[in-house]
C-alpha cells in the first residue's frame, strides 16, 4: 500500500493550493480518509476528514470555510483545496486512510499514511 502526497510548497498569505494523494494497493472506497498537519514543535493534527461515502465531511475551526476535502475513488485519489492560507497554515501535511466507514479524527485509527508534503505560507 502507497499513499503519494504532492502539490504542496511555498506561497504567500491569501494564496490557495491543492494537495494530492494518489493512493496504490487499496481500494480507496473501502476507506475513510482525511488529510493531517503536524508542525514544528506540535502534535499532528487533523485538518479535515471524509467518510467513506464522500456525504460526511469534518473540519477543524482553523481551517473551516478555507479548506476542502475531496475524493476521487475511481482514480484512488484524495484532494485537499486550501484557500485564503494562513501563516499559521504552515506544516507537513499528511493524507491518512483508515478501513471503515466514519469520518475519523483521531491519528492512532489509520491504518496507513503518506510520507508527508511541506506547506509554507509566507506573511
Known amino acids: 500500500v502507497q499513499l503519494v502526497e504532492s502539490g504542496g510548497g511555498l506561497v504567500q498569505a491569501g494564496g490557495s493550493l491543492r494537495l494530492s494523494c494518489a493512493t496504490s494497493?487499496?481500494?480507496?472506497?473501502?476507506?475513510?480518509t482525511g488529510w493531517f498537519r503536524q508542525a514544528p514543535g506540535y502534535e499532528r493534527e487533523c485538518a479535515a476528514a471524509?467518510?467513506?461515502?464522500?456525504?460526511?465531511?469534518y473540519y477543524a475551526d482553523s481551517v473551516k470555510g478555507r479548506f476542502t476535502i475531496s475524493r476521487d475513488d475511481a482514480n484512488n485519489t484524495l484532494y485537499l483545496q486550501m484557500d485564503s492560507l494562513k501563516p499559521e497554515d504552515t506544516a507537513v501535511y499528511y493524507c491518512?486512510?483508515?478501513?471503515?466507514?466514519?469520518?475519523?479524527?483521531?491519528?492512532?485509527?489509520?491504518?496507513?499514511w503518506g510520507q508527508g508534503t511541506q506547506v509554507t505560507v509566507s506573511s
Open positions: 491518512g486512510a483508515r478501513f471503515g466507514v466514519a469520518v475519523t479524527t483521531t491519528a492512532v485509527r489509520y491504518h496507513y
Open positions: 494497493g487499496l481500494t480507496l472506497g473501502n476507506y475513510a
Open positions: 471524509i467518510s467513506r461515502s464522500g456525504i460526511s465531511t
